[in-house]
């Protein structure tokens, strides 16, 4: 059983007939560009002194992440990753994730950090 299935309070039933009900979670819709409220920021730690741009705040589906994620990694020519609702860019691209959004139609982005 994956961490995301658990049944819904019972543990173990003696009836043959019993259907476990399982608790699903429900993907979030997701929001339109302009409704999006990324967090831009710059990250070092416990990553050997490398650099990492982290956009944050999605709110959406997976595919949806999935894709933003792919869009701006190969707008910078870089690698990363994009799960549990951020976007792991490496290096330091701050600037240039900052106007790509802007420019693809997401208007409240900030940039945080130093």
Sequence with gaps: MSKNKRPEGI???????FEYRYNTPQEAATLPPQ?????ISLDRKHRGGKQVTIITGFTGSNDDLQAL?????????????????????QGD????????LKRTGYSQIKKSGG
Excluded: H, M, W
């Excluded at 543990?11 to 007939?17: D, F, L, P």
């Excluded at 409704?35 to 967090?39: K, N």
């Excluded at 691209?93 to 790509?100: A, C, E, N, Q």
């Design 11 to 17: 543990v173990y039933s003696t009836n043959t007939a």
């Design 35 to 39: 409704q999006q409220p990324l967090r």
């Design 69 to 89: 994620g792919k869009q701006l990694k190969s707008a910078c020519g870089t690698g990363g990753s994009s799960k549990d609702g951020e976007i792991i860019v």
């Design 93 to 100: 691209f701050r600037d240039k994730i900052f106007d790509l």
